[in-house]
């Protein structure tokens, strides 16, 4: 589908490059740690060297970022606007390779997924959908841990 119709322009193609380009010079060029990585059984216990400069590159990539912004060389909407050139591509073809594509999987039911709340701990660690309940305004969220995002 993005072929026919919903590839990324060209400033958005510079913009993408222009960032991965900075990260691989961040990652070459910032300071950073050596470690080891966890042993390989299938290479007999091997630990490989990993170099990581991730909070150097982090926060000079917001240190750059910002001062593009403020000082109206690149605003960060910019971002936002080139993401997904959506107004550019055709709905109608959009639509017939969708149903094309859903037809080609045969018989499809659309229903509701419901999904169970659960706690498991192990090793001190709480994992699970867990609900929780705002006692002051009795707003209910449900929690994802560890670290409420997945992977």
Known sequence: MAYQGAYPS???WTMYWTFLLFQAAFYCLMPGVWTKG??????????????????PSW?????????LHF???FKLYQIIDEFGPRPTMDKQ??????????????????????????????????????????EETGDWWVEL???????
């Open 93 to 134: 073809k959009w639509r017939d390779t969708y149903y094309r594509r859903l037809a080609e999987l045969g018989d499809v039911t659309f229903g509701r997924i419901e999904i169970a709340p659960f706690r498991v701990e192990r090793f001190g660690t709480a994992f699970g959908l867990i609900p929780s309940r705002d």
């Open 10 to 12: 060209l400033k958005a």
């Open 59 to 67: 926060w000079t990539t917001i240190a750059v970022a910002l001062a």
């Open 71 to 73: 000082t109206d060389t």
């Open 38 to 55: 966890k042993p390989l059984p299938h290479e007999n216990g091997l630990r490989l060297d990993y170099y990581c400069s991730a909070l």
């Open 145 to 151: 841990p560890p670290g409420n995002s997945m992977a």
